[in-house]
């Protein structure tokens, strides 16, 4: 199957490869979806939502289930990915300029998460003393 999120409409669709069997997973309380990845072992799907309250949310492959993981500290969520052997889901946001991981991730839950680059940082200890 092919999944995929649509701004436009801002909703989230599922199809055969083929093209047939098309169908709306999610349409609602989505305001900008983004990126998208799924977990095909475990039945989850995770896509972020860069809109006026920015999250991370997941659910079944299904649509069901669906609860919100990550809705703090984020401003353009807008890539995911997902590494299945460590149970981490990593992020990057365009406005904050982060790259960041959660644990957990296979449940469906996010307990911890951590900041693992941030272009603040780095811009003010390498980048910027090129300038004076």
Do not use: H
Request: glycine share 8%; charged share 25%.
């Amino acid at each position: 199957n092919l999944y995929w999120t649509d701004t436009g409409t801002d909703r989230i669709e599922v199809t055969r490869l083929n093209g047939t069997s098309r169908k709306i997973l999610i349409s609602e309380n989505l305001d900008e979806p983004r990126a998208i990845v799924l977990n095909p072992i475990m039945g989850y799907m995770y896509w972020t939502d860069w809109g006026e309250s920015p999250k991370i949310e997941c659910a079944y492959l299904d649509g069901s289930e669906r609860r919100v993981l990550v809705n703090t500290s984020l401003g353009w969520p807008n890539g995911l990915a997902l590494d299945l052997e460590k149970d981490k889901l990593y992020w990057g946001d365009a406005k904050t300029d982060k790259i960041e991981v959660s644990n957990r991730a296979m449940l469906g839950c996010i307990l911890q998460k951590q900041v693992l680059f941030s272009c603040a940082a780095l811009c003010l200890g390498y980048i910027y003393p090129f300038f004076e």
